[in-house]
């Protein structure tokens, strides 16, 4: 875990990375291309359909799946917060919007706002296909070691696409190390990011502000080091990828034909199937 925690509700990529090379489960077994495909299934299904029973039944079976990979299933609810808020924040508004039985009326004084029983499953519905593809997206990091996982980069990627991503990967290491060391200090003196929100915000501000500024010097310098080290824009993964087995082969056979199915015949609604 790293030693500068910036927030529990914020993902800890080195705790990350400590459970994606530790490679002790049944999962972290499985080809990276296979787990690849689920994430991109998983995606397309969560885009398609509408149906809430179905988005439950997915959450279940996902989170079931990175519980049985032996992932820290606390840190996974800890981290939800990020996705929650943001969902709500752009369902919020659309919410009040949707036609229905209404639920309740809050009474403005300007304009009422009616929340009805098809505003609250967009809601329902909209957090659960926001919590099932960051929980598959967390356990693909976490059972997929980083050789593994650039070297899919490499090859899925055109350059310099790929080159960016993987610079912005690692480099976004470096940039949560230098602001989780930074609001050490400040908690060491007495501060924190609610108070400094509220009575310093100036200072918040210069923080916020230093860290943006020696973000670029560190990528200037490692930038530098590189390029010393040989480094011509172009870095290659020579890594062999495990290939799919029979079983990963007929597991992504059958979660394509159970999407197509679901997407014929499971009714394009917000609500429960009866």
């Not at 995606?43 to 509408?50: Q, S």
């Not at 519980?67 to 009040?96: C, N, Q, T």
């Not at 400094?196 to 200072?203: K, T």
């Not at 200037?220 to 029979?246: F, N």
Request: proline share 5%.
């Amino acid at each position: 875990m790293s030693q500068a925690i910036i927030s529990p509700h914020i993902p800890d990529l080195d705790l990350i990375t400590v459970y994606a090379q530790r490679q002790d489960t049944w999962f972290s077994g499985v080809s990276p291309w296979t787990k690849f495909a689920g994430l991109f299934l998983i995606v397309l299904l969560v885009t398609l359909t509408k149906n809430l029973l179905v988005c439950i039944s997915l959450y279940v079976v996902v989170l079931l799946v990175y519980a049985a990979s032996d992932l820290p299933v606390r840190k996974l609810f800890s981290w939800y917060l990020i996705p929650v808020l943001f969902v709500l924040s752009l369902v919020g508004i659309m919410a009040w919007t949707e036609p229905g039985v209404p639920l309740f009326t809050l009474d403005l004084g300007i304009f009422p706002l009616t929340l009805t029983d098809a505003g609250a499953m967009l809601v329902v519905t909209l957090l659960l296909k926001a919590l099932i593809s960051v929980t598959y997206s967390l356990f693909f990091l976490m059972t997929t070691r980083y050789q593994y996982f650039s070297a899919m980069i490499s090859r899925i990627f055109p350059s310099p696409l790929d080159q960016i991503f993987l610079m912005a990967y690692r480099f976004l290491f470096l940039t949560l190390s230098m602001i989780g060391a930074m609001m050490k200090a400040i908690r060491s003196r007495g501060g924190g990011i609610v108070r400094s929100l509220r009575v310093q915000g100036r200072i918040f501000a210069e923080v916020f502000a230093l860290v943006f500024i020696r973000s670029f010097d560190r990528a200037e310098r490692v930038s530098r080091a590189m390029i010393s080290r040989g480094y011509q824009g172009k870095l290659e993964a020579a890594t062999d990828i495990p290939r799919p087995g029979l079983s990963g082969y007929g597991t992504i056979a059958v979660s394509l034909m159970a999407i197509v199915l679901i997407a014929s015949f499971v009714p394009d609604q917000w609500g429960l199937v009866w």
